[in-house]
């Protein structure tokens, strides 16, 4: 991206306006064609991208295992030890094949949700975690509320189909957004492969080798649900969700959003580009440097910004350290998209002036 160079402002009046060039673009770029049921593509902010049918209910499989997960890590210690009960080993679908009366720790429970997709380990981690399953979905229920998963409602911990057990590709991504907050989650999302108690588990999700800066996401399937996948891409500095429902070809339709959403989007970082001084008027010094902060702001790598620096033509003293100077507007296309307040970054005290004889 060319960005301006750095400028000291002294007395060259209150406002200084600066063109910010866009970087290289992917323009001419076609919005990718991707043969999945629903899509979206957002960044870790929730500004989304791309979406196709991105609030359609749907059937989501194993990806239910990502509120799983955020309730488990919510709710107990990594390094808390769970006793296997003969009911949760006899769960149908994909297992990490518990065995009753063996001790697991709620991290061995989560790898095995996480990587292998473990039916088994979603319902010990839900009935340790609430006491029984039926706790369990009610607090998921409820957490999806909270985080404005307004097309959700939960039958269960695992993903098996049922009626009531729904979500959409909008929801699934603020989901991923949530887990991937968390460090212990993206953590153990990253892993390739582990083993607990001479069992290796390989992870199911391809993209982690696959996909350049891929660092976490969890897969699905069932026959009526279709392939369902939820990803994260990190890449010079962006973070990017991913969700793909009832996808027959969900490796390669994901590789194909990141490769087009990274190729037009970017983070850009503002406002550490500028020198921005102040005179003093009546103080122990001349010139007061401006604090001016770094915002990030989630563009279109062809925006052209216009920043307009808003500063007092000088300053009496005394001043203190961190008082208000100005402010920052950032224009695009003639809108203001974002704005700061900009502070004194040292103080100035008052002169003394000795009294002629």
Not at 1 to 25: D, E, H, Q, V, Y
Not at 104 to 125: F, H, K, M, P, Q
Not at 127 to 140: I, K, P, R
Not at 291 to 316: D, I, M, N, Q, S
Request: glycine content about 8%; aromatic content about 6%; hydrophobic content about 40%.
């Amino acid at each position: 991206m060319l960005i301006m160079r750095k400028m000291i402002l002294f007395c060259l009046g209150c406002l200084l306006t600066a063109r910010l060039l866009p970087a290289a673009s992917a323009e001419g770029q076609a919005l990718p064609a991707v043969g999945a049921n629903a899509a979206i593509v957002m960044n870790s902010g929730g500004e989304v991208v791309f979406e196709k049918n991105a609030d359609t209910r749907s059937l989501i499989a194993s990806t239910t295992k990502l509120m799983t997960a955020l309730l488990a890590l919510e709710g107990n210690a990594l390094t808390e030890e769970v006793t296997i009960r003969p009911e949760w080993t006899a769960v149908e679908g994909s297992s990490m094949y518990l065995q009753s009366g063996e001790r697991y720790t709620v991290r061995e429970l989560l790898e095995g949700l996480l990587l292998a997709s473990g039916n088994d380990a979603a319902l010990a981690l839900a009935c340790h975690t609430s006491g029984d399953e039926a706790s369990f979905v009610a607090a998921m229920n409820a957490r999806a509320r909270e985080l404005g998963m307004h097309g959700t409602h939960f039958a269960n911990p695992h993903g098996l189909d049922a009626l009531e057990h729904y979500s959409t590709a909008r929801d699934l991504a603020l989901l991923m957004a949530a887990c991937m907050a968390r460090p212990d989650f993206a953590d153990l999302t990253a892993e390739t492969s582990c083993t607990v108690k001479d069992q290796t588990y390989v992870n199911h999700n391809k993209l982690l080798t696959l996909c350049p800066g891929c660092i976490g996401g969890k897969t699905g399937y069932t026959e009526a649900a279709g392939r369902c996948l939820v990803s994260c891409c990190e890449r010079e500095g962006t973070r990017l969700i991913c969700v793909t429902l009832h996808d027959p070809d969900d490796w390669q339709d994901h590789q194909l959003l990141y490769h087009w959403a990274f190729g037009a989007y970017s983070t850009r970082t503002l406002g550490g580009e500028l020198d921005l001084y102040v005179p003093v008027l009546s103080g122990t010094r001349t010139l007061l440097p401006v604090e001016t902060g770094e915002h990030k702001l989630f563009l279109p790598r062809t925006a052209e910004l216009r920043l307009v620096v808003h500063l007092p033509r000088f300053v009496f003293a005394p001043v203190e350290a961190g008082e208000s100077a100005g402010r920052i507007q950032v224009f695009w296309d003639g809108e203001q998209i974002d704005e700061w307040d900009l502070r004194y970054a040292e103080g100035a005290a008052l002169a003394v002036r000795e009294r002629k004889r």
